[in-house]
Structures are given as C-alpha cells and as structure tokens.
C-alpha cells in the first residue's frame, strides 16, 4: 500500500482552550453573558479540565501525540487590573510541566475569545488603551514561563472574534457596529505586534504566530457566477489575507498558525458587501452536522495559497461535529491527504493539531457539537472515539497509509 512520511519532529497533536474545557472559569466576559441570559448554554463545570489536565494528558500521550495547544486564561492569571494570581501562574506551571515530562510540546495562546470583567468594563477591545493592557499581561506571564514555552500564539481568529462580538453581535459585548470593529481591529492589530516584540524580548529561541481561521470562499456557480465573484472576492481578500499580509510586512509571524475547518458558497446579494452564504442543494459537498461544508480540497487550495510567505506551517485546528461515527474518519484521513498533497508540492507544513483533544464549550452552541477525540458525556466520563485510533496509528508511525 502506498504511504507518505512526514518529515522528522512532525509535531501531532490536538487543541483546546481555557473556556472551553477548564470549568468554573467566573471572571470573565463569556461567563457574564451567560449570567445576563444572553446565551442559551452555561458553560458551568465544562470538561473540568482545570482538575483533570493530567488525566487529558495521560489521554493524549497514550493517543500518540507530541505536542498539545491549550490557552492561559486571562482572567484567573490577572483578575483584577492591578493584580496578578501567583496560585494561577503556578496552577498553569503545573500544567506545563505535565506536558513536558510526558515530551508533549506545549503551544501556548494567550487569548482565546474570553476577557477578564476589569477589562471588559473599562471598554474591552474598544478601549484606546486595550493592547496596552494586554501587553501588562503578556509581559507578566512570558516572563513567569520563560524557557518553558517554545511556541506562542497570541491570540486565536481575531476576525471571528470580532465578526461575532462586535459586528454580528451573538459573543459578548454583543455589538452590532461597523465603527467599533474598526476599531477592535486597529488595537488588536496593535496587541499583537507589541506581545510579539514582548515574548521575543523575555524569552530565547522562541516562535510567536497569532491563529489565523482561513476558508476557501467560492463564488457559488449556479446562478450569477460574475456577480458572485465580487463578494467571494472580497471575502477571500479581507477576511483571509488582510491580517497575514499586514503582520508578515511587520515581519512579526514566526510561522503560520492555520486553523481550517470549512469553505463558503458566495452569492451577490444587493446591498451586503461580503454576499450571503448559499446552501443551496446543487452544491454537492457533504455537510457536517452543524452544516459546515466539508472540503479537503479547499484545505488543499489554501496551503497552497499559503507557499508564497514561505514560513513553515502549523494546522493549530482542523476537526469536525458528526452524527456518525466514519464520518470522522473520513474527515480526518481526507483532511490529512490534503495536507499531503500540499507538503508534497513544497508547502511547509510542521504539524497538525486536530480541534479538539475533548468534547467541549462550543460558544453558543453549548455542548451539543462533538469535536473531541475522547468524548466527554455530562458526568464529565471520558472515552476515547474510534477514530482517534486511527490519528493514534499516524500520530506513532508520523505516516499515513492511502489508496
Ligand atoms: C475556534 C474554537 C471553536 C472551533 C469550532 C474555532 O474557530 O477557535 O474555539 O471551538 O472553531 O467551532
């Protein structure tokens, strides 16, 4: 049978972040939308992985995987502004180290969606002064894990974090304003560029990226395909390249942090500039059980748009939410193959972190998406889904099996 290697120190592995799976997290934005009713789910105990992270990592290292991506959470490491938790710091030491001593690399964000209240009620991201004061805590916590810590992110998909706070409005604050995600988006631009400078001056020999969401956008060829054209265009220009372009001119990616999951369809729609979605059925992609087309050629087609920064790669997130069991597999397996193809043309892929190590919070759809590959039911039990066996045999061999 045919099988492709990958190359040396390939790094396999999944991800996760502090919300989503450490439970009993009371400090930050996230939890005071769910206090004001704003969202349907509480996140409550989540997978209880602030008690359990030993136990995640035993999971994970018996799966094969060599290098793990969770993120510090904001809001315990400094709760008020003036204040830093030593027992938090420590608590994140603690979960470091058991990455380590299992030769598990860590891969460390250090925002993931969620703010601490003081900084929400001083104006969150909107605030002039907000990168600075995301740079207090960047400052403070690359200093308390100097030499532990290779790899940085900064921070996760700040375009869907925006899109959804602030233009869409269904994440806290819940804004609808086009004014304000400009502004978001110039301090966390800023943010970045100043933890990047920041991380590289506390630490040696370290790698700093910021997790970019890229999907393929298709003008959808049915109907309209010229007029669909332009908001597939634009899409594909703002959303998936504006921020890479702008911070690889800044010279401040060490390497390219790609989380991919899906494509859009794109249809021209009178007076909204990106278009609309269109679901219509003459597309014949698969969906997934949250209706996300699934596309490994998309995946393919934008590694390969990706060549042209020549930076390695790591996939930081590629998972789905299935009703049946092989869809995961196939998911995985053609995902991968895609990957493949690319590494094969030159791209310079480095990893692949599948999202997510558990079942977990997924935002405002609560705990009914399944992306983990241990499944985690409501009492919090662990178990391990088939096809992680099937990533656990690649993940070993750093190879994978095809035709
Ligand atoms: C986010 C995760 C989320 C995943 C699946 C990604 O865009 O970074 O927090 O759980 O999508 O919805």
Redesign the pocket.
């Known amino acids: 049978m045919p099988s492709f290697s990958f190359p040396p120190g390939f790094f396999w592995g999944a991800s996760t972040?502090s919300y989503?799976v450490e439970g009993n997290n009371n400090n930050n934005d996230w939890f005071l939308w769910e206090v004001e009713g704003k969202v349907a789910f509480s996140c409550g105990r989540a997978a209880d992985s602030y008690q359990r992270f030993e136990e995640d990592f035993q999971l994970a290292k018996f799966l094969g995987h060599n290098s793990h991506r969770f993120s510090l959470e904001w809001s315990r490491i400094q709760p008020h502004e003036k204040e830093f938790n030593k027992k938090e710091i420590e608590h994140y030491r603690q979960v470091i180290y058991s990455l380590l001593e299992k030769d598990i690399q860590p891969i460390v964000t250090l925002h993931?969606?969620t703010n601490p209240l003081w900084f929400y009620q001083k104006g969150c991201w909107v605030n002039p002064y907000s990168s600075d004061y995301f740079a207090r805590y960047v400052e403070k916590i690359s200093r308390e894990l100097s030499g532990l810590v290779k790899y940085w992110i900064t921070i996760?998909?700040p375009l869907?974090y925006i899109y959804n706070s602030y233009f869409r409005g269904i994440w806290p604050p819940g804004e609808n304003s086009l004014r304000k995600a400009g502004e978001v988006l110039k301090n966390i631009k800023e943010a970045h560029l100043k933890a990047y400078q920041i991380i590289h001056k506390t630490n040696n020999k370290v790698f700093v990226s910021l997790?970019k969401?890229l999907r393929e956008f298709s003008p959808c060829h049915f109907l309209n395909f010229g007029q669909n054209f332009v908001p597939a265009f634009l899409r594909n220009k703002f959303f998936n390249f504006e921020l890479l372009n702008y911070f690889y001119k800044k010279k401040s990616l060490d390497f390219l942090a790609v989380?991919y999951?899906s494509k859009d369809f794109v249809r021209f729609s009178g007076g909204e500039l990106f278009g609309k979605n269109c679901y219509s059925s003459h597309h014949q992609l698969r969906r997934n059980s949250?209706g996300w087309y699934v596309s490994p050629d998309s995946f393919f087609n934008i590694l390969l748009r990706l060549k042209r920064f020549n930076l390695d790669i790591i996939i930081t997130?590629n998972?789905t939410s299935e009703e049946r069991p092989e869809l995961y597999e196939d998911f995985l397996r053609t995902h991968i193959l895609s990957m493949v193809k690319a590494i094969k043309l030159g791209v310079k892929v480095k990893g692949y972190l599948w999202?997510?190590l558990i079942d977990?919070f997924?935002?405002e759809?609560g705990f009914s998406?399944k992306?983990g590959l241990i499944g985690v039911d409501r009492n919090l039990n662990r178990t391990i889904k088939p096809f992680s066996y099937i990533y656990k045999n690649i993940c070993i061999n750093n190879l994978i099996n095809y035709g």
Do not use: I, T
């Open positions: 972040s989503q993931h969606f996760n998909e869907v997790a969401h989380n999951y949250l997130e998972g999202w997510s977990n997924e935002w759809r998406p992306f």
